[in-house]
């Protein structure tokens, strides 16, 4: 069987704006016919700076746009051809974390019912059998038990992404959508966070899709590195040959933004 979790092929998303009863749309090709394949059990990033169409390609692959043109396959299924049952059986296959740990939680939820709404939703799963699947997840994600009834605001920017984390693997996934998950955190929580996945993908024999415009963050959990420039790839390569030897302008331009650390003799 095939290895291949998700295959991307000639993949497009233009947007149409309207400029005015008088003048011409203008076309946003935000993802230009872009081709590259998930692999079971990888990280593999997307990486590029605000507006290259990184994000666009993850709401492609969540299905939470469609795309002008070209092919999305999981698994061997095009999903754009998915409706219904087959579409909610593919969501809960490939979930997301969200960038922003604040905006992504619902305030007025207990954190309880936050991890836990997916399950009630998609599940037939009795409270009882909910809140021990939420405890489990809870602790998973290093979690104290006595969180489960604290609202979002209780907790710092790590603890909620945690929470999101919690959430995204109620459904046991296969594919986990991570979208600049680290950006929005400190950078003293960023790698407890990002180990934190690793072991989680170890665990749960996960695939993850990593979002980030940042070369350094995806350095060390990452597998493969597909690196986008206006909508298109420029580059694809695994992670230590992509560090060696970068071969378009813009992926040694994004490495050279790295803050370099001085030796003090």
Known sequence: MSDVVFKVQHLKKYYEINLGMFKQPKIVKAVDDISFEVRKGEVLSLVGESGCGKSTTAKLLLKIEEPTDGTITFEGQDITQLHGDELSTYRSKVQIIFQDPYSSLN????????????????????APQIEERVRYLMEKVGMAPDWYDRYPHQFSGGQRQRIGIARALALNPEVIVCDEPV????????????????????????????????????????????????GEIVEAKPVDALFANPEHPYTRKLLSAIPMIKSVS
Request: aromatic share 8%.
């Open 183 to 230: 950006s929005a955190l400190d950078v003293s929580i960023q790698a407890q966070v990002l180990n934190l996945l690793l072991d989680l993908q170890e665990e749960f024999d996960l695939t993850y899709v990593f979002i980030s415009h940042d070369l350094s963050v995806v350095e060390h959990i990452s597998d493969r590195i597909v690196v986008m420039y206006y």
């Open 107 to 126: 305030p007025r939820w207990k954190v309880g019912r936050i991890i836990g709404e997916p399950l009630t939703l998609n599940t037939d799963m009795t």
